[in-house]
């Protein structure tokens, strides 16, 4: 525990002798108590800038959330009809309403996995081997796209273990019934080779 004022406790002679020495030191141990106290009391308490701030950061998580998933549904429509990425994220974000930081996050989604296919193609490749890309089925290699981009990104701050879990629900949300476990091993597979460079 951090105390934030200390203070220096002397118990002079007093002339009743030890007596009056151990009042004294008592009183100066309750006091160091009662303050200790009001430190834990205070430290448990949160602020409302700490309110605030944990409010924000889950406003801030939930629109990530729905980014994702609209970034799936984009990528799908992008991969299966052809359409301009630009132009597909616009119209979506034209029905839903994400805030400054959603639809931020949304386009660099998008733009990130669109601008680094051939990269992600290669990565679901070396950890899937036997299956195809273009042979999977397009919401799971979007899903896996999307991820991958995420986990692999010098931008991103979610933690790569997050990712893997919202890529799970994706394909829970919107994949077949074998979706989650495909994709949970294709990501675990990646994650465990980048934490394996880690520590080599």
Known sequence: MT???TQSWTIAAQPDGDAAAETTAADAAEAVETA????TEAHATPSVDQHQEARSHQKLIKQRKRARRIAVQALFEIDS???APGRVVDERLAVEDLGPHGAEYLRWLVSG???NMETLNALIAQHAPAWPVNQLAIIDRNILRLALFEIGSKQADTPPKVVLNEA???AKTFGSDSSPRFVNGV???ALEQV???MFD
């Open 36 to 39: 200790d106290v009001a430190a």
């Open 81 to 83: 009809v052809g359409h």
């Open 113 to 115: 996995v669109v601008t």
């Open 195 to 197: 934490y394996r460079r």
């Open 3 to 5: 105390r934030t004022n």
């Open 187 to 189: 990501l675990g597979s």
């Open 168 to 170: 799970v629900e994706l």
